[in-house]
């Protein structure tokens, strides 16, 4: 009996290290592939945000050139920034950095595109989230994305949020977005990691510009 | 003789006990990712390889395994099959792997894997197991084809994203969320049961 109950244990044991080890190999070998993958995907989003998304379906590899052509990263003080410049590679066109924060399951990412001034919004964009699909999980359309596109960068208020999202249908000032119904614990959030990413990374900006770093 | 056997099997598990309309397995995702033939060819795809290789496995390792942790070692051997499938979409198709998200990892709850080691892979050899396996795979992919043809048909007028309707044709916006795949699904099944070759009626208990 004793015999046997070692044996279930044993056998289990390296049943368990073989698929293991064969997992763990599997991925070891894709492993850069995958690294490179989210990458591209990244980059995406930054172009996105900039306004220079290339076509849907650009391969993975001429999104890396354009990228790497256009697009210029700093990192600094724990933050980091992507200058987007004109194709010649010349002009500046606009500044992205990320936007993070903790949503109402999970963490969200999203990017944010504002122009050299620092005066408008060029595009946001947020790519990954545990949100409730079909309410929360619609950050991602674009009309939610959309709503941003040419807004003021203007702090308001007392509290001097730069975007607040209210009731759909009750937007009265520039600032002011639709939320998303169904979905208050997600616009909350959205709206919460606006306003602390917003004010942590648009000084920093002002004050690089100023030492003329950026 | 061989022959007949693999040809039963077959008939089996894409049409006599086929999973989706005949035991009702494998829903959850048979409603997910049914709205892009697409992503349902690569998740048919990927269940027929998990399903075949986890019986296999199952099979070769049925003189040996205890009885008592044969639950354990099918969810260890399906869970490592499944999480290959979804390295190999994450490294070589990343578009199709994030339009699955999660349900890819699902592969591992899917009734229907499971329920094929316990009822044949355990108690076969190697190659008849296997033949169930794609068997079963196959059943699977077939119905979640056809609800997808005409969830995409309907939904996005388009046929593995070539546009197939004509222009004047307004998409059924209805067909590409969840509530389509409900009605597509119910309707695939009342077809089959009700136009589809008639069963043998089996002995009713007294």
């Not at chain 1, 990458?39 to 290339?54: A, D, R, W, Y």
């Not at chain 2, 999660?102 to 050899?125: D, H, K, Q, S, W």
Request: glycine share 10%; proline share 5%.
């Amino acid at each position: 009996m004793i015999k046997k109950r070692l044996f279930s244990v044993a056998y289990m044991f390296g049943l368990t290290f073989f698929f293991t080890a064969l997992v763990s190999g599997v991925y070891e070998v894709n492993e850069e592939r995958i690294g490179i993958n989210e990458q591209i995907k990244l980059q995406k989003v930054v172009l996105e945000v900039l306004g220079m998304e290339p076509e849907q379906g650009t391969p993975g590899k001429r999104v890396r050139e354009i990228f790497g052509g256009r697009v210029k990263v700093e990192e600094n003080e724990g933050r980091i920034l992507y200058r987007g410049f004109t194709e010649d590679g010349k002009t500046l066109v606009g500044y992205a950095f990320p936007l993070y924060g903790a949503g109402f399951w999970g963490p969200i990412y999203g990017m944010m595109g504002v122009d050299p001034q620092l005066e408008r919004v060029i595009g946001v964009s947020f790519y990954r989230h545990s949100e409730t699909p079909g309410l929360g999980g619609r950050i991602t359309e674009a009309w939610f994305k959309g709503q941003f596109a040419g807004k003021r960068l203007l702090p308001r208020g007392k509290e001097g949020k730069y975007f607040s999202l209210v009731t759909p249908g009750t937007a009265r000032a520039e600032g002011d977005l639709d939320a998303i119904t169904g979905a208050t614990g997600t616009s909350r959030a959205v709206d919460r990691l606006l306003d602390e990413t917003l004010k942590d990374y648009l000084p920093w900006i002002a004050r690089e510009k100023a030492k003329g770093r950026v | 003789m061989a022959t007949m056997k693999s040809r039963a099997i077959f008939v089996t598990g894409l049409w006599r006990e086929n999973p989706v309309f005949r035991q009702i397995l494998g829903i959850c995702s048979a409603l997910a990712v049914t709205n892009l033939l697409v992503n349902t060819l690569i998740m048919s795809l990927g269940l027929i390889f998990v399903t075949s290789m986890s019986n296999v496995t199952v099979s070769i390792l049925r003189g040996v395994t205890p009885p008592r942790i044969r639950m354990m070692v099918q969810t260890l051997v399906i869970a490592s099959y499944v999480i290959i499938v979804d390295i190999t979409l994450k490294a070589y198709l990343p578009d199709i792997s994030q339009a699955l998200g999660p349900y890819v990892g699902l592969i591992i709850t899917n009734c229907i894997i499971m329920g094929r080691c316990e009822a044949f892979a355990r108690n076969n050899p190697v190659l008849p197991s296997l033949l169930d396996g794609i068997a079963s795979g196959c059943g699977y992919a077939f119905v979640l084809l056809s609800v997808a043809f005409f969830r995409e048909m309907l939904g996005f007028g388009t046929f593995f994203g070539v546009r197939v309707m004509p222009a004047a044709w307004t998409n059924w916006t209805i067909m590409v969320m969840a509530p389509g795949a409900f009605f597509m699904l119910g309707a695939f099944i009342w077809v089959v049961r009700s136009f589809g070759p008639k069963e043998e009626k089996p002995e009713t208990a007294r």
